[in-house]
Each structure stands twice: as structure tokens, then as C-alpha cells.
């Protein structure tokens, strides 16, 4: 791609607050984060949408027709709706017209889009969707899978270990990422079969600082890096840290004192209440990375708004910026698969 500037595709059609919210925070985006933006979706609503004499510049609309319902299939609608906002947006990451794809729509079809439209990676069974979450060390850590993938087998996880690895290290900037595997224990005759079967793998591979299994009580210690578990276990711990997120945040409002001392004392706490909302709030944090597909996709929540939208867009260009796609294309190359690994996948097939 030409260079300089990210070009974004954002579904504009997708989620509960579209298209409005989703424009809005696109617009934020191009503003702040110097990116031009691609709305795809019904012309008529997205103009509808859009501030009175908006500039144009880095700004385009991309005609589609429809989107895929949160009820639906996800392969099937992507298949009986080929100009769909979604099937549109992953066509022009194809064509190269736009360099990655922010969606809140239906997950499951912008992954199914994201496969058939652009392929899996080299050396890529599953993608994953990966979420970065907030520890109490003041660093982040990866969770993958959180979704994509229900049924999991161990060379998937393997997979999912190395990816979030490359992402950790070129993205979050951490040196060595250590890396979890999510368990009901810390001993490494714990767990499930495919707990059991996967740990024999991370241990045996050079690739990733597998350091054993994470608890739950873990997952926001700072200890790992990266943790790895089925996309499962990963959706219900994903969505249950939101909830904890969100009671935090209404507690802290309830429990600030009222009145004309509460007012000043809010006043000077506010930097502070600021930080632990961008810490805390799923908000601040924009949704997930789809990692393992041939082109950058982040999936939001299908609840975002402004802010979550423009977060979402500040992901991708972090993740085009810092070539996840290359790193893992060269760390997953079938040449640098691991022999287990190899004798795992003959063994599954």
C-alpha cells in the first residue's frame, strides 16, 4: 500500500448503534490518529449521519447492501448477502484498497468473511480473536482465544501461544512475552485432555517462554503475557472481566461522597478516576484482534459506541504499524513448525 496513512474500512452497518456511533467515532479517528477512513454501507444512511459540511478529505463512502443480522448464520449470510457491509469492507483489504477492517457487527460472519474473503495465514489452522485486557502489574496481557473458535484442538492453542506472542512483542512492546496456559490448576498434571496435551506442546516449543498454566486468579496478576485457552473459556472470561469493569466503575460513582464535598473531591480526583477508567472501562479497549487471517480485522463489541469504535480503529493502526501480519507469517512458516507440533497435527487429522 502507499504508505504513509492507514486506509481504514469500517463497517458502518454493524452493531446496535449503527450507523451513527460508528460514524462518529471513525470521524474522531481521522481526525486524531491521521487516518483516512472508508464508511461502508448504505450511502443514503451514512450521508444522513454525517455533520453538515463534512469534509471529505481522507473520508469515503463505500456503497453495500445490507448486513448480516445478529440471528443469522454467519456462513450462510455471508454467502446470500455478497454486497453485504462486512463481505465489502474484507473485499477491499483484498484489493488492497484499504489496509484493515474495523466491524461491531455480527462476529461471526466478520470472521467467516475475513476466512473466505482473505484467507488464513501460512501455518494457520484457526484464527483467534485476541483481547487485551488490563493488569494490576500496569502492563497488559493477551487473551486468545476469546470466541472464534468453541472446539479447540491442542495445535490450535499451540498456534494461538505464537501469535499472541508476536502480537505482545511487536505491539505491546514486551520483551519475551511469558506465556499461560489457562487451567483449573498450576501443576502440569491438571486439566482436561486438551489442557494436558496442549501444555506438552508449549513445553516442547522454542518458539514461545511458556512458563505453565495460569489460574484464573492469573489472568490480571501481570505474571504472563500471553494466555491461551478455547474460545469458550476465553468468551465467558472475557465477558465476565467486562462485568467486573463496569461494577467497579458504578461503585466508584455511588460511593463518592454527595454534595458540595463530593464535587471538590471529585474535582481532584478527577485525573485519577480518569486513568482507572481507561484502565478498567471494555470501552477504552475497542474489541479484538481476528489474528491468523491474511489482512487485519479488529471485531468490537456489538454494543460500541464513539469511543469504542475510534479505540477499535487505533487498534488496527497499531497492528499495521508494527506488521503483525508479517511477524506471524514468518514466526508460523511451515519450515519453522516444530516436529511435535507436526506429529500432533498428523495425529488430529
Do not use: W
Amino acid at each position: 500500500m502507499g504508505a504513509t496513512r492507514a486506509r481504514i474500512a469500517i463497517d458502518a452497518m454493524g452493531g446496535d448503534h449503527a450507523p451513527a456511533e460508528i460514524i462518529t467515532g471513525a470521524l474522531r479517528a481521522r481526525e486524531e490518529l491521521d487516518v483516512e477512513i472508508l464508511l461502508v454501507g448504505d450511502p443514503q444512511q451514512i450521508k444522513a449521519h454525517l455533520p453538515q459540511q463534512t469534509n471529505f478529505g481522507q473520508l469515503e463512502i463505500v456503497p453495500a447492501e445490507g448486513t448480516i443480522e445478529m440471528h443469522e448464520e454467519p456462513l450462510s449470510g455471508i454467502k446470500r448477502k455478497p454486497k453485504a457491509s462486512i463481505n465489502v469492507a474484507m473485499d477491499l483489504v483484498k484489493q488492497k484498497r484499504a489496509d484493515a477492517v474495523v466491524s461491531a457487527g455480527h462476529s461471526g460472519a466478520a470472521m467467516a468473511a475475513g476466512l473466505l474473503r482473505l484467507g488464513r495465514l501460512k501455518g494457520i489452522d484457526r484464527p483467534a480473536i485476541g483481547a487485551v485486557l488490563p493488569t494490576i502489574a500496569s502492563k497488559p496481557v493477551i487473551i486468545l482465544d476469546v470466541g472464534a473458535n468453541v472446539d479447540c484442538r491442542p495445535k490450535f492453542l499451540e498456534q494461538f501461544a505464537i501469535m499472541g506472542s508476536v502480537y505482545s512483542q511487536y505491539v505491546l512492546g514486551v520483551n519475551d512475552p511469558k506465556v499461560g496456559l489457562l487451567n483449573i490448576g498450576e501443576e502440569a498434571c491438571k486439566g482436561n485432555d486438551l489442557a494436558l496435551r496442549t501444555y506438552e506442546l508449549l513445553e516442547k516449543n522454542p518458539q514461545v517462554s511458556f512458563i505453565g498454566n495460569a489460574e484464573g486468579r492469573d489472568v490480571l496478576s501481570g505474571r504472563f503475557d500471553v494466555i491461551v485457552c478455547d474460545g469458550f473459556t476465553g468468551n465467558v472470561l472475557l465477558k465476565f472481566a467486562e462485568a467486573v469493569g463496569e461494577v467497579m466503575l458504578q461503585i466508584l460513582r455511588e460511593e463518592l461522597p454527595q454534595g458540595l464535598h463530593g464535587q471538590i473531591g471529585t474535582a481532584i480526583l478527577k485525573p485519577n478516576l480518569k486513568r482507572i477508567k481507561q484502565r478498567v472501562d471494555h470501552a477504552e479497549h475497542g474489541g479484538g484482534l481476528l489474528l491468523g487471517v491474511a489482512g487485519i480485522c479488529i471485531i468490537s463489541h456489538g454494543s460500541s459506541q464513539a469511543p469504542s469504535v475510534f479505540n477499535a480503529i487505533r487498534l488496527a493502526k497499531e497492528a499495521i504499524d508494527h506488521q503483525v501480519l508479517e511477524h506471524i507469517s514468518s514466526q508460523n512458516g511451515s519450515k519453522k513448525q516444530s516436529a511435535t507440533s507436526s506429529s500432533e497435527a498428523n495425529s488430529d487429522e
